[in-house]
């Protein structure tokens, strides 16, 4: 089993798209970003689009979207593991990196947003260490505000 992870050029993305559609779906999302804003991410010095590959197949995606709006701040998005390799660590190995990345970019918070029924997801984050915060955004779908500091950032996972 080798998960590699890799972070989507503005042309290497397709990829990636057809994972964030699937997201789409599975989680019934109402606000969608199309391909242009979905370029621009993937465009972003200082966020992205990141990429798991499983034995080598496409198995999951994961989001981060600079956050004018908070100072030093970016945002989770659109973490999506294919049921094929969920239980696998493949979403572990997606927000890992994605924090490391944001370290490295000098972030001192990451934010996200969830909806209840998504528990698995909650959990997942919460064991990331991801606390509740107060809402930062106008998504209509959601009902959990998370966020985590980066500074205690030792990217650990517990059980």
Not at 28 to 37: A, M
Not at 46 to 60: E, K, N, R, S, V
Not at 67 to 82: I, M, N, P, T
Request: charged share 25%.
């Amino acid at each position: 089993m080798a998960i590699e992870v890799l972070r989507v050029s503005a042309g290497t993305s397709e990829a990636a798209f057809s994972l964030i559609e699937e997201y789409y779906e599975a989680v019934d999302v109402l606000v969608r970003d199309d391909r242009g804003v979905l370029q621009s991410y993937a465009a972003d010095a200082d966020g992205g689009i990141w990429l798991a590959y499983f034995d080598g197949q496409p198995a999951g995606c994961i989001v981060l979207r600079t956050q004018s709006k908070l100072d030093a701040a970016g945002e989770v998005k659109r973490l999506y593991v294919r049921p094929a390799y969920r239980g696998r660590g493949v979403a572990l190995h997606l927000l890992t990196e994605l924090e490391r990345f944001a370290v490295a970019r000098g972030f001192q918070w990451l934010y996200l947003d969830s909806k209840d029924d998504l528990r698995n997801a909650i959990v997942f984050y919460r064991r990331c260490g991801y606390e509740t915060c107060d809402r930062y955004n106008d998504n209509p779908q959601a009902t959990v505000f998370l966020r985590k500091a980066l500074a205690a950032v030792g990217l650990s996972f517990q059980r």
